[in-house]
Nanobody, 116 residues
């Protein structure tokens, strides 16, 4: 059974940091490109960051460049999103996504709220 389970969300003050994790199971994690998306209330889901299957290539939305870092540990079947200098505009549900060929898997999401 394929599972992507996000964790690490929560309430943080502006300027703070959070580290999200997405633990994968039920498929060969090292063969999949991984991404983090987010969806704020009333807005469409948007790509935040992505990383290639072996971690050699990463990409970021302009809004998070220099503040967020995506990484993965294929030995632990886990992808991470380190979020620094958080802003209220980063408030959203964050989802991880796995893609390989025609296979696409999504996690259930974790809430991140940035507020004082």
């Amino acid at each position: 059974q394929v599972q992507l389970v996000e964790s690490g969300g929560g309430l943080v003050q502006p300027g703070g940091s959070l580290r999200l994790s997405c633990a994968a199971s039920g498929f060969t994690f090292s063969r999949y490109g991984m991404s983090w998306y987010r969806q704020a209330p009333g807005k469409e889901r948007e790509l935040v960051a992505d990383i290639s299957s072996v971690g050699g290539s990463t990409g970021y939305a302009d809004s998070v460049k220099g503040r967020f870092t995506i990484s993965r540990d294929n030995a632990k079947n886990t992808v991470y999103l380190q979020m620094n200098s958080l802003e209220p505009e980063d408030t959203a549900v964050y989802y991880c996504k796995a893609v390989a060929a025609l296979n696409i898997y999504w996690g259930q999401g974790t809430q991140v709220t940035v507020s004082s």
